[in-house]
């Protein structure tokens, strides 16, 4: 079952979140400081994934283009937009923002390596041992993105659900269409890229920064473009020289 991975995933993330829910009897000392140092493990886990970058150029590039696509498209406040939406059908809370919270945890959740190479290895191989780590590891979050941040943490799970399954289900497929040594050029230019997001959401979460993150998603889009093309050229390039 090629979305069993991303099930689990989900089912995490909202067991997580309602755990989190309870752990209210923490003074809001302990909780700054609790969420400071996940924003500090946050920020050095992408700067790891950016450092994987085989060829930063793309991902400077893919960011470019990428924020300005997100600018145009407005997505950071359409996501907002559903969190405040979410908030007027879950309530108000005391911990903050629901739009905050489901913003903040969607975005941690989604761009990563874990997300992609879990969900093609659910696809491909029916392999989900990737995505069951990432659900310990999210669940975990979950707990104490929702004591900090609040419910809207919750909702994250569905665009991660829906990411992800997409995902695997193309993977299904695509094999057929993509060699394996694209694949692993697509993996690690994603991975830089999205590193580039985890750093900004870190510094996000210390209060330093207010970088509208998810107006950067495109780039993950755009990277896999420029993966493919400098593919395609090197490939030309390589039969050109053969005929000389």
Same mark, same amino acid.
């Given at each position: ?32 400081? =609790? ?69 903040? @945890? ?35 979050? @979950? ?23 997409? =995902? ?45 993150? @998810? ?22 390039? @390589? ?6």
């Amino acid at each position: 079952m090629s979305l069993l991975g991303t099930i689990v995933n989900g089912i995490a993330i909202i067991a997580g979140s309602f755990l989190g829910l309870f752990w209210t009897n923490i003074s809001d000392r302990y909780k700054d400081t =609790i969420l400071q140092a996940m924003a500090l493990a946050v920020t050095i886990l992408g700067i790891g994934m950016g450092l994987k970058s085989e060829q930063f150029l793309i991902v400077i590039a893919s960011l470019a283009v990428g924020g300005a696509l997100g600018e145009w498209w407005n997505l950071e406040e359409r996501l907002n937009a559903i969190g405040k939406w979410l908030e007027t059908k879950v309530g108000k809370q005391d911990k903050g923002s629901v739009a905050t919270g489901f913003v903040t @945890a969607t975005l941690v959740f989604v761009v990563g390596a874990m997300s992609i190479v879990g969900a093609l290895d659910s696809g491909l191989r029916q392999q989900h041992d990737v995505l069951y780590t990432k659900a310990l590891i999210d669940g975990f979050c @979950a707990i104490l993105f929702t004591s900090t941040l609040g419910i809207g943490v919750m909702f994250s799970a569905i665009p991660v659900v829906l990411y992800q399954g997409i =995902i695997a289900l193309m993977a299904t497929q695509i094999d057929r269409f993509v060699s394996q040594e694209l694949m692993d050029a697509l993996i690690v230019e994603i991975t830089g890229t999205g590193g580039i997001m985890i750093v900004a959401i870190g510094l996000n979460l210390l209060g330093i920064t207010k970088i509208r993150v @998810a107006n950067l998603l495109p780039g993950l889009l755009i990277a896999t473009i420029l993966v493919c093309i400098v593919e395609k050229w090197e490939r030309i390039l @390589a039969f050109s020289q053969g005929l000389m």
